[in-house]
């Protein structure tokens, strides 16, 4: 499966922006999908995901009840709709896609991720 990261651009603290992950391939539906991000000097690290069949999402704790986690398996396409953004924010945001062994699980390790998008910047100026 191929990705596509969307959506990324300048926005003012306290602002929104919606991110997209296309996918191409076959069996989309399949993978658990993972947003990451990784801000400059620093680690790749989790920010949500979402099971297969969007029954369940996961959130790092600096984002939850901010940041939410959507999939439209119709459309091969995940969302990330960030909301409140912080300046702390700021970073490359990435989407990754799994085939995890356990469907009910998404994993916070980027090890895990065999695909992954080339990743859209998010700057979030205070």
């Known amino acids: 499966v191929q990705l596509v990261e969307s959506g990324g651009g300048l926005v003012q603290a306290g602002g929104s922006l919606r991110l997209s992950c296309a996918a191409s391939?076959?069996?989309?539906?399949?993978?658990?999908i993972a947003w990451f991000r990784q801000a400059p000097g620093k680690e790749r690290d989790f920010v949500a995901g979402i099971t297969w069949d969007g029954g369940s999402t996961y959130y790092a704790d600096s984002v939850k009840w901010r940041f939410t986690v959507s999939r439209d398996n119709a459309k091969n396409t995940a969302y990330l709709q960030m909301n409140n953004l912080k300046p702390e924010d700021t970073a490359v945001y990435y989407c990754?896609?799994?085939?995890?062994?356990?469907?009910?699980?998404?994993?916070?390790?980027?090890?895990?991720?065999?695909?992954w998008g080339k990743g859209t910047l998010v700057t979030v100026s205070s």
């Open positions: 990754a896609a799994d085939l995890p062994e356990i469907p009910t699980v998404v994993s916070r390790t980027p090890n895990e991720y065999d695909y």
């Open positions: 391939g076959r069996a989309f539906s399949s993978y658990s």
